[in-house]
């Protein structure tokens, strides 16, 4: 069975820092895309960032510059750095995986983690 960990969240003052870390588990053919995505109350689940297999990153426009995803493909694992956190940041962050089992490929959600930036 599959699983995606988050860790990471927190709360922290705006202007502050945090990282989010998601590590996948399991009988793990492959990992395709992996993202960071996140929901405020009262708002549509939006995507953060991606970044493929390969390395291509993509990024919502609100967090460009201030935010950096990487994934390391050996361990399963994908960050994301968040600095110079605004408030409108606060959401619950939630990693998201393409993952193909040995027989199955479909999309993976994590538990999601709060993160909290006070002004």
């Known amino acids: 069975q599959v699983q995606l960990v988050e860790s990471g969240g927190g709360l922290v003052q705006a202007g502050g820092s945090l990282r989010l870390s998601c590590v996948a588990s399991?009988?793990?053919?492959?990992?395709?895309?992996l993202g960071w995505y996140r929901q405020a109350p009262g708002k549509q689940r939006e995507l953060v960032a991606g970044?493929?297999?390969?390395?291509?990153?993509n990024y919502a426009d609100s967090v460009k510059g201030r935010f950096t995803i990487s994934r390391d493909n050996a361990k399963n694992t994908v960050d994301l750095q968040m600095n110079s956190l605004k408030p409108e940041d606060t959401a619950i962050y939630y990693c998201h995986a393409d993952i193909r089992t040995t027989e199955f490929r479909g999309d993976y959600w994590g538990q999601g983690t709060q993160v909290t930036v006070s002004s």
């Open positions: 399991g009988i793990i053919f492959s990992i395709n895309t």
């Open positions: 970044i493929t297999r390969g390395g291509i990153r």
